[in-house]
């Protein structure tokens, strides 16, 4: 999963809170920033921002003009949890921080930038980013979760036999169709690598197994490009978990996604389109 | 062909500067009893602290509000001691905020007489 010290800007340019709000906006000007960090004896203790500046007499001490309680993340903060965190609370400069020492910034620009390089083009749907995130949160908040691994059947011959534009049209159908069936309260989709789609659900293993026969379903029925018969086989993780980590849902979202990754190549070997697998046993469903 | 003017005609141009002295005694400490600060006065509060830290250290003391045209009142403190500043404060700010003042720091002379009136009975 990414995190913002992947992304920040490393050693801001920052401003002491005892020179003149005047003084401040030349540095700001000079280096077309929105906002200064406002560092003193090597910790934050406030942020300035153009708005702040605008506000008040250019006499004035940044000390009177900043914004005293200033927000902060950590570095290790993934790119999701920042987005939601800068929405929250109307923020466009985000402080990076480890106990009140400045790391790094960020914008919301340079955020939301990056938030786009998230989204797969072709298909609309987010990368597979978002699926780590959604789980990791999902665990976090105590929810129990399973993850459904889809992988399309042959789509390397469709590729090869059919081009790849064909290819194209047909993952971007694919996750039309998928979109038109999950529901957004409990199921995040997302198109995990070329023709594999994962979604994580909070639903109950009886609903996620539902969830899996009308994908499976959609791809038989749906009409595809050149007379194309589409299949696919999915590997559903974590319906049976019932101890989680505390504080170690990266770990455990990797394993569930992992897990639910070889339960579809063993769904496709065995030709058994879902295969259920658990933490500890293994329990294959030929449907 | 020479513009010069015979000496004669010249006028002769003369700069001069004025400079009278008024020497009078700093007033100290300069913040007096009650100092307001407006949200848009050329100082805030924290130089406001840094300034009475400085002239008189221990003798006053700052409030932070939130008032609709002062960011914080410097009192003196032993102002505080005579009558307490819920009382005190909203009068001067009822005051203060007459004279719309968010661009200024008002400067405000507190006089206060306690009076004391007691009936004995003399039997």
Not at chain 1, 21 to 38: N, Q, S, T
Not at chain 1, 53 to 63: D, G
Not at chain 2, 8 to 36: C, G, H, W, Y
Request: aromatic residues 6%; hydrophobic residues 40%; charged residues 25%.
């Amino acid at each position: 999963m990414i995190n913002i010290s992947e992304i920040m800007e490393n050693n801001p340019v920052t401003i002491s809170p005892y020179v003149s709000v005047k003084w401040a906006c030349e540095i700001m000007e000079k280096h077309r920033f929105g906002g200064l960090p406002v560092v003193n004896d090597g910790l934050i203790v406030g942020i300035l921002t153009s708005r702040d500046v605008r506000r008040c007499h250019p006499n004035r001490l940044v000390a009177d003009a900043m914004i005293k309680n200033v927000l902060t993340l950590s570095p290790e903060t993934s790119l999701w949890e920042a987005r939601e965190f800068i929405e929250t609370n109307c923020i466009e400069h985000l402080l990076i921080a480890n106990e009140s020492k400045l790391l790094g910034i960020i914008t919301k620009s340079l955020l939301n930038l990056e938030f786009g390089k998230q989204v797969d083009t072709l298909t609309g749907l987010y990368r597979s980013d978002y699926l780590y995130y959604m789980a990791a949160r999902l665990l976090k908040e105590g929810i129990e979760i399973a993850v459904l691994f889809i992988d399309l059947d042959d789509f390397g011959v469709i590729d090869k036999e059919r081009g790849h534009v064909t290819g194209d049209i047909i993952l971007k159908q694919v996750a039309e169709a998928f979109k038109e069936v999950v529901d957004d309260n409990k199921d995040y989709l997302c198109r995990y690598a070329g023709d594999e789609f994962a979604i994580v659900t909070s639903s109950c293993l009886k609903d996620v197994r539902k969830l899996g026969v009308i994908l499976l379903d959609l791809l038989t029925k749906q009409q595809w490009p050149n007379g194309i018969n589409l299949n696919a086989s999915i590997g559903i993780a974590g319906g049976r978990r019932g101890q989680l980590r505390p504080g170690d849902e990266r770990r455990t979202v990797s394993e569930l996604i992992n897990l639910a990754s070889l339960g579809s190549a063993r769904a496709k070997k065995n030709n058994a389109r879902i295969v259920f697998v658990g933490q500890v046993e293994v329990i294959e469903d030929e449907i | 062909m020479s513009l010069d003017l015979p000496d004669n005609k010249k006028k002769e141009s003369l700069r001069t500067a004025e400079i009278n002295l008024k020497l009078s005694e700093f007033e100290f400490p300069p913040m007096q009893d009650v100092l307001l600060i407006g949200r848009r006065a050329p100082i805030g509060s924290e130089s406001a602290r840094k300034m009475s830290d400085a002239l008189s250290p221990d003798q006053y003391e700052i409030i932070p509000l939130e008032h609709q045209f002062f960011e914080a009142v410097i009192v003196r403190k032993s102002l505080l001691t005579i009558i307490p500043r819920e009382k005190l404060l909203p009068i001067v700010l009822e005051e203060g905020a007459k004279i719309s003042p968010e661009n200024l720091v008002l400067k405000v002379h507190v006089s206060v007489a306690v009076n004391v009136n007691k009936v004995v009975d003399l039997d």
